[in-house]
């Protein structure tokens, strides 16, 4: 069993539509959650960044951490064709540690 | 802020010669620098872990005499993939790391490395 799980996809919605991006884990000792946007034959770039259980917005962006489930969500509001992209969660057991990333799933926002 | 670049971004080699990426954090110094490759579709596996100034670390299963890191200033940090075979094609990604509290890796855009 991998130690992050991610549906690769492809994922394809309408636009304005809200997408919900999922990952799964299997090492409880993780506390630090990321989500990175890799758009083609580029590298990741940081979209949000999150400690232990709980929620975080930012903008049109959630993220949602369920400790107890070993389950991480990123949910897209009022998404755009500029959204279209690979999404890779990470997350490490500390603030030095190396980042364990998931497959990415890609997502692709019809205009 | 915490722009990482990469070079090359392409690079065609023959089956055989040694091909030196270099990855460089433009405005801000990094003590850590990470290493990564990437398949097509597939997750980003950490290759190795490098420290300004001493030895990388390098993830179970790579080969440290094929894939030279050196890590010489807070800025620069290079990969050489030696005696290169089409296996080695792939996409060749660093990572800076930025030590002001949170712990945050800035990604570089990739070097896509071809064999031939």
């Known amino acids: 069993q991998k130690e992050v799980e991610q549906d690769p996809g492809p994922l394809s919605v309408p636009e304005g539509a809200i997408v919900s991006l999922n990952c799964t884990y299997s090492n409880s000792a993780f506390q630090y959650f990321m989500w990175y946007r890799q758009y083609s034959r580029k590298g990741p770039e940081l979209l949000m960044y999150?400690?232990?259980?709980g929620n975080k917005e930012d903008g049109r962006f959630t993220a949602q951490v369920d400790k107890s489930s070993k389950y991480i969500s990123l949910f897209i509001r009022d998404s755009q064709p500029s959204d279209s992209a690979t999404y890779l969660c990470?997350?490490?057991?500390?603030?030095?540690?190396?980042?364990?990333f998931g497959q990415g799933t890609e997502l692709s926002v019809k205009p | 802020g915490a722009v990482v670049s990469q070079h090359p971004s392409r690079v065609i080699c023959k089956s055989g010669t040694s091909v030196k990426i270099e990855c460089r954090s433009l405005d801000f110094q990094a003590t850590t620098m990470f290493w990564y490759r990437q398949f097509p579709k597939k997750s980003l596996m950490l290759m190795a872990t490098s420290n300004e100034g001493s030895k990388a670390t390098y993830e179970q299963g790579v080969e440290k005499d094929k894939f030279l890191i050196n890590h010489a200033s807070l800025t620069l940090s290079t990969l050489t993939v030696t005696s290169a075979h089409p296996e080695d094609s792939s996409f060749y990604i660093c990572s800076a790391a930025v030590l002001a509290g949170a712990y945050e890796q800035y990604f570089g855009p990739g070097t896509r490395l071809t064999v031939t």
């Open positions: 999150t400690y232990s259980s």
């Open positions: 990470a997350m490490s057991e500390n603030l030095r540690g190396k980042l364990i």
